[in-house]
C-alpha cells in the first residue's frame, strides 16, 4: 500500500486488533474474551505461568490454530482493518504478513540460501535469479547472519548453531516482508550470548515491524518490549506500557507474577 493510498473503511488504526477473542479446545475454553491491540513500531511482550494461553493466543494472531483440529476461534481479529478469519482471507498470504518464529529453531532440512529462498519462491517475490540473491542476502543482513554465511550459503541450515539457526528462521520470516512478526519464546533454547544476539535483532527489528514476543523471562521482557500483556488463566489480566506493568502494576495478580510470586 502506498502512503497515499486511504485507509480501509474498517481500519482500527492499529496494525492488529483483536476483540472478545474466545478459542476452545474441543470443550475446554483457553482463552477467554481477550481484546488487545498491536501497533507498529512496538514490541509487545506476553507473559504468564505456563498454561495461560500466551501460545494459543498467538498463534490466533496468523490462524495457526488452523492446524489444530480441536481449536475454535471465536470473536474479531484484524489486520489493518480486515477481517483475518473471514473466508475470503487468504491464509497462506496471511502467513507471510504475520510471519511466526517459533520456540524451537526449525529451519527446513535444505541449504542456507533455500531456507531464505524458499518463501519469496512460492509467493512469486523474484524476477530473476539476482533478485533471488538480492532478497537472500537482505534478509540475512537484516537477521545478522549474513558475515556468518555468506561464504557457506549451500551448507544445510541445520549446520549451524541453535543461534544461528533462530536467526535464519527470522531470516526466512522477513524474507517475505512480513508486517508483523510473531515470535513464541524465541530464546529459551538459546544460551545466553545467542539469546543476546536475538534481543539485539529484536530491538533493530523494531521500526520495521509489528513484533509479539511470547517470554517466561522477565528481564528479556523489560529489556526488548515497549508494550507487556499479562495473561492468566486464560484471560488477558493487564495490558499496557512496559514499564509501568513492571514497575507499577495495576493489578494485584500482575504483581505477584512479575515479583515471582507465582508462576
Ligand atoms: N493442541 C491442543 N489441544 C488441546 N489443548 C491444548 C492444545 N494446546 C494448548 N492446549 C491447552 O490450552 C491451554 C493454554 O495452552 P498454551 O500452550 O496456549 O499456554 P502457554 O501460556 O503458551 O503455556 P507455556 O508457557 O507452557 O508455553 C492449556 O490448558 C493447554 O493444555
Ligand atoms: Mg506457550
Redesign the pocket.
Known sequence: MTETAPAPANDTGHKMSAKNVNVF?GS?Q?IRDVSIDIDMDHVTAFI?P???????FLRTLNRMNDT?A??RVEGDIRLDGEDIYSPSMDVVQLRARVGMVFQKPNPFPKSIYENVAYGPRIHGLAASKADMDGIVERSLKRAGLWEEVKDRLSDSGTALSGGQQQRLCIARAIAVDPEVILMDEPCSALDPIATAKIEELIHELRGRYAIVI?T?NMQQAARVSQRTAF?HLGTLVEYGVTDDIFTNPRQERTKDYITGRYG
Open positions: 479446545y475446554t483457553a504468564g505456563s498454561g495461560c494461553g500466551k501460545s494459543t489444530v480441536s481449536a511470547v517466561h495473561f
